[in-house]
Nanobody
Framework: QVQLVETGGGLVQAGGSLRLACAAS????????MGWFRQAPGKVREFVAA?????????AYADSVKGRFTISRDNAQNTVYLQMNDLKTEDTAVYYC????????????????WGQGTQVTVSS
């Protein structure tokens, strides 16, 4: 069983930056694919980014965030990060961290464990 706790959300102006962190406990973090998802009001939850534990940390991004967001992980600290730059109003959402047993990057929400979410609000 893996427990996930997200931190770092908040209110930021468009063009600004935020870094989200997700601390994992209770499981084998270093053998999990870690993902970030988001859900805006009235919309379905969508994939943002994911990072594997193989291949030096292979990553994948949604097209909407590519070039602006960076996912990284620190296995020694059991933490995954999402650095968000050049934020846009359409990035406003609750951001969720997720963990998936295995090595393959998955863009669907087929993950085994989820955090409670952290709100990111981008103002114009």
């Amino acid at each position: 069983q893996v427990q996930l706790v997200e931190t770092g959300g908040g209110l930021v102006q468009a063009g600004g930056s935020l870094r989200l962190a997700c601390a994992a406990s209770g499981g084998t973090f270093s053998r999990c694919v870690m993902g970030w998802f988001r859900q805006a009001p009235g919309k379905v939850r969508e994939f943002v980014a994911a990072i594997s534990w193989v291949g030096g940390g292979i990553t994948a991004y949604a097209d909407s965030v590519k070039g602006r967001f960076t996912i990284s992980r620190d296995n020694a600290q059991n933490t995954v990060y999402l650095q968000m730059n050049d934020l846009k109003t359409e990035d406003t959402a609750v951001y969720y961290c997720a963990a998936r047993l295995g090595a393959y990057l998955v863009r669907s929400d087929d993950y085994d464990y989820w955090g409670q979410g952290t709100q990111v609000t981008v103002s114009s």
